[in-house]
């Protein structure tokens, strides 16, 4: 049996490896986009919290025509062939920076950009501390339900709980995290999109919290058939959490679907 | 003459036969019109079952603020009832006022998603805090509780009908019994009429000299009740009659006694008119049939005569009288015994007060019908027996028509040339009030008074909103710069002079309050002070169609104009429009769709339709806040300071709103966790000759008052990073989806962007 602490080395090693890779390979095409991953709790979960949960609905075909990829992703890939890339500051990179970080055109490299695996930081009701407030703890206890209830697979109670989370703490990024999840699970992965934004704008200093928030990014756009961006978004969860598995496990699966000849 | 005789005898015997034979041929049409009829109600759809619209569910959470007097009105409004000692059976509850703490036994109720079953709690405060709830069955500690949501009103046709359909076998049978004791004793011996019955009432209606029986069995009552109306005349009594004996002829004694257990009127409640033992029991008793005592069951037996006349609920000692008649029928009958007898007359009568549906949000129910009219035909509305779920907060509705009523009476006491012209012409205004995070309109008054006017000035009516514009000019700017290479920043110097600005060959000139100029002012104080020409040279110099662009962006949806004046408010908008724009601002630079209707259930509690929340970021994050932060300098020091001179004291941003003809007075303001948008003008052309601060300020500032009293204080928190892909607007690298091509944002906006963010 390998120590968690072992286990966490390999895995960061694992992913400076896929970034490292990510960075130096060439811009691949993608045919279709790939099935959601099995997982997207965050890595080292509480036994409860890695109940089997059901597949999502498959992501539909990448269809320009009846779904334009959003503006952004259109303008960022703009700005990468105007800008003349500028590295990051060593250890530091920027949000800028790592935003542009397109397949093929990653200017990081792992040694500068992957930080190690963090601790798991998952468990909400850990953060029900004296100085919390009662609607910030309600919020939190009604949150960690909702996930309880996204791990069970009922996705729309779940999602009726989530709601309530984010009207009584407005200021409480978990919920509006797993309401991402939420809509993630019932299809509705431009919502997702949305609710990952308010989160990611709500989280302070929480690099554990910001890498899950990248991963399911990362997994709404691979289900609305945008991988490139996809792939971006699982660097930018690795680069601030070499341990999230999520990330991970769905670049590993975004490499081997490029490698197969099938494809 | 013996030949004319014949002729007049065969003429006769044939006019006789063709006469009978009409008859019967006549007859037997009609009887099979009366088959058809019974037939096509037993089998076919026999109850309608109006729609039910219900408010938002109550969370109480431990530290929630919350007073004990609140949460029996609440509990009351729900249907609790308090009981003496500790609850023992759903819907009663105990307030210990010695030790802060109410012990409630919940009602089972179904959700869309989930089936709460009822259980006993107890909620311990301190002071005005929930310190610790607990589930009583259990002992467990329980963090937070949900209430059940208010029935807020019914959607039907002529008349509501409150009905819960029962099998006879789940009937107690001493209901049964006790209803067939007094009304058809001879049920399961006759044939759908009872010639006895009808010998007995004719025989005390002769001695009476006038109608005082009508001998009708069980099952002409039900026919009656079914297809025909309640006047006492043989031309109704007929067809009564010939029903009866085909129903009974076609269907069994015990579907003719399940159909009138469901179908008989039992009293009346408010507009709801209850149908049926089961509702019967809800309503007198709170409790199922199968709970009945024998008191109880002798007095639901005995309002079949009169439900009304009756009804313990207007007449405690006819309903004794009466319940007591049946008792001693059923004592005669051997039905009870003389201990259950004696043991049901020292019962005591409900002694709960009578909580009426009253309909207490008829504007925002006017709104959801309309909403559901998109995916609901009227007839599935008012038929059907859906279970409408709304965002609707009854407290909050409540303050927020007495804010409007008094708000509006108060101006007119202190303005007199605001009073009343002629019938039509009164002075009216609307609040709506939004939870900005999920969008839920949470309250809704669209006028004064919904008797006199259903005009819903929520979203009917479009008025131009004056300067509650100008916050989308200095968005603008903060976001865009200048056309000139000006950067915004707060501090930024504008000019407050007079000045023209020429467009298409037209030149418009706007003017401030009272023609007073400021000079230099900084960008913070032309906005805390709503100045006109300040304002509009920032418009002219970020470019009216990047304001357009901005309050579209937030939610405004009728169509702007790109002229100079838009930038002081000329387009016309509706409350809401406005309400979600500034929610929009309030949740982070996050706009959060309207939401009235939140789930639709059918009869079978089946989830129709599931309206989620939806969120989608239009600006940025950093600079949502930052406008936030100025907005809240219009209440600190700006024109909306009088809301803190009114007591108004936590956080909060706003802005007020005066069109230049003084037609139109709004005010928009919120915290971080309520927004309301109030607006006060008159329907016609006609000028209230106020400021938004002065006529529509004040009631925003006593609702909010009452509406944040229980809510704890927020201030609005500085966006920790900036999403990925965080909108800034057209230029930039944030873009959204479906807009024009980006443009390169000016550099001012890229550094304050850069600064902001990292």
């Known amino acids: 049996m390998l120590s968690l602490r072992t286990k966490n080395s390999l895995l960061g090693a694992t992913a400076g490896w896929l970034v490292f890779l990510y960075g130096c390979a060439p811009q691949r095409p993608y045919h279709a986009p790939l099935p959601p991953s099995s997982s997207t709790t965050p890595a080292l979960r509480t036994p409860q919290s890695t109940a089997p949960i059901p597949a999502p609905p498959p992501p539909e075909a990448p269809d320009t025509s009846r779904r334009p990829v959003p503006q952004e992703g259109k303008i960022r890939e703009q700005d990468i062939r105007t800008k003349s890339p500028t590295p990051p500051p060593a250890g530091k990179e920027t949000k800028e920076s790592s935003r542009q970080a397109g397949i093929g055109e990653s200017h990081a490299t792992p040694e500068a950009t992957v930080s190690p695996a963090l601790p798991d930081d998952s468990s909400l009701l850990a953060k029900i501390t004296p100085g919390v407030t009662p609607q910030r703890a309600a919020s939190l206890r009604l949150t960690d339900e909702g996930r309880k209830l996204l791990d069970a697979g009922d996705a729309a109670k779940a999602l009726t709980r989530l709601e309530r989370t984010i009207a009584i703490d407005s200021t409480n990024p978990y919920g509006y995290f797993y309401l991402a999840k939420a809509q993630n699970r019932l299809g509705g992965y431009k919502e997702s999109l949305n609710f990952l934004d308010v989160a990611e704008s709500r989280l302070s200093g929480e690099p554990f919290w910001l890498a899950e928030v990248h991963a399911l990014r990362g997994d709404n756009y691979r289900a609305l058939g945008q991988p490139q961006r996809a792939e971006t978004s699982y660097m930018q969860s690795l680069r601030l959490n070499s341990g999230n598995r999520t990330a991970a496990d769905a670049l590993l699966r975004l490499h081997a679907d490029a490698q197969s000849p099938t494809k | ?758």
């Open chain 2, 1 to 758: 003459m013996l030949k004319s005789k014949l002729r007049i005898f065969s003429i006769s015997l044939v006019t006789l036969l063709v006469i009978t034979s009409s008859g019967l041929v006549f007859g037997a049409w009609y009887l099979k019109q009366l088959e058809d009829t019974v037939t096509k109600r037993f089998e076919g759809t026999k109850w309608i079952f109006p729609s039910k619209i219900y408010s938002d569910s109550y969370l109480l959470y431990v530290g929630i603020s919350l007073r004990l007097d609140d949460l029996a009105e609440k509990l009351r409004r729900l249907g609790y009832f308090e009981s003496q000692g500790a609850p023992k059976a759903r819907g009663e509850y105990r307030i210990s006022r010695s030790d802060g703490s109410v012990e409630i036994y919940l009602h089972d109720f179904e959700y869309p998603t989930e089936q709460l079953k009822g259980m006993p709690v107890r909620i311990v405060l301190q002071g005005t805090t929930v310190a610790r709830i607990e589930n009583l069955a259990t002992g467990q500690e329980m963090f937070h509780l949900e209430l059940e949501p208010e029935l807020v009103t019914g959607l039907y046709e002529r008349i509501w009908q409150e009905r819960t359909v029962v099998k006879l076998a789940d009937v107690p049978p001493l209901v049964t019994k006790a209803i067939l004791a007094v009304e058809d004793e001879r049920f399961f011996s006759h044939h759908g009429i009872d010639p006895i019955g009808i010998m007995r009432a004719m025989w005390v209606n002769l001695r009476n000299m006038s109608f005082q029986q009508g001998g009708s069995t069980l099952t002409q009552q039900l026919m009656k009740n079914f297809f025909l109306t309640d006047e006492r005349t043989m031309s109704r009594k007929i067809p009564e009659a010939l029903m009866a004996l085909i129903a009974e002829r076609k269907y069994s004694k015990e579907t003719i006694l399940e159909n009138y257990l469901n179908e008989i009127y039992l009293g009346q409640k408010g507009s709801q008119g209850i149908f049926g033992v089961w509702e019967a029991a809800q309503f007198y008793f709170a409790k199922p049939l199968s709970d009945l005592t024998v008191g109880e069951t002798a007095l639901l037996a005995g309002l079949v005569r009169a439900p009304n006349r009756l009804s313990p609920y207007r007449s405690a000692e006819l309903a004794t009288k009466r319940r007591n008649v049946v008792l001693a029928k059923l004592l005669d009958d051997r039905i009870i015994t003389r201990k259950q007898y004696d043991a049901a007359l020292r019962e005591k009568l409900p002694q709960r007060a009578l909580v009426k549906v009253t309909n207490d949000a008829p504007f925002y129910v006017d709104y959801l019908r309309r909403e559901l009219d998109e995916n609901y035909s009227s007839a599935v509305l008012n038929k059907e027996g859906l279970r409408i779920f709304s965002g609707l907060d009854l407290q909050l509705q409540r303050i927020a028509e007495r804010a409007l009523v008094e708000g509006l009476k108060k101006l007119e006491a202190a303005h007199p040339s605001l009073r009343r012209h002629s019938t039509d012409d009164g002075l009216e205004g609307a609040i709506v009030v939004l939870r900005p995070q999920t969008g839920e309109i949470k309250a809704m008054v669209g006028g004064r008074n919904y008797q006199k006017s259903q005009f819903n000035r929520v979203f009917q009516a479009k008025r131009q909103p004056g300067s509650v514009f100008k916050p989308f000019v200095y968005l603008a700017a903060l976001m865009y710069g200048g056309q000139s290479g000006a950067q915004y920043t707060p501090d930024s110097v504008l000019n407050d002079s007079p000045f023209t600005w020429s467009y298409d060959g037209q030149n418009w000139q706007p003017t401030n309050y009272n023609n007073e100029y400021f000079g230099a002012v900084t960008f913070r104080r032309a906005l805390e002070n709503s100045l006109n020409s300040a304002t509009s040279r920032l418009a002219q110099d970020v470019g009216i169609r990047r304001v357009r662009d901005i309050a579209q962006r937030l939610g405004i949806q009728s169509s702007l104009p790109a002229v100079p004046s838009l930038a002081l408010g000329s387009a016309e908008v509706t409350p809401l429009e406005v309400a979600v724009a500034f929610s929009t601002l309030a949740n982070g630079g996050v706009r959060a769709r309207p939401l009235a209707v939140r789930n639709v259930m059918d009869q079978n509690t089946r989830l129709l339709e599931k309206r989620d929340v939806r969120n989608e970021p239009v600006i940025n994050p950093q600079l949502a806040y930052r406008m936030n932060e100025l907005l809240k300098g219009v209440l600190d020091r700006g024109t909306g300071a009088a809301a803190r001179r009114f007591g108004f004291t936590r956080p909060a941003a706003g802005k007020t709103g005066t069109t230049n003809d003084y037609k139109d007075a709004w005010f928009v303001g919120y915290t971080p966790d309520l927004l309301a948008v109030v607006w006060v003008g008159f329907d016609g052309p006609r000028k209230i000759g106020l400021s938004g601060a002065e006529a529509a300020l004040p009631i925003w500032t006593d609702f909010m008052k009452s509406a944040t009293a229980s809510m704890p204080v927020t201030d609005f928190i500085a966006p920790a990073v900036e999403p990925e892909s965080a909108p800034a607007g057209k230029c930039g690298p944030f873009s959204r989806e479906g807009e024009p091509p980006a443009e390169p944002c000016p550099p001012a906006v890229q550094s304050t962007r850069s600064a902001e963010s990292l």
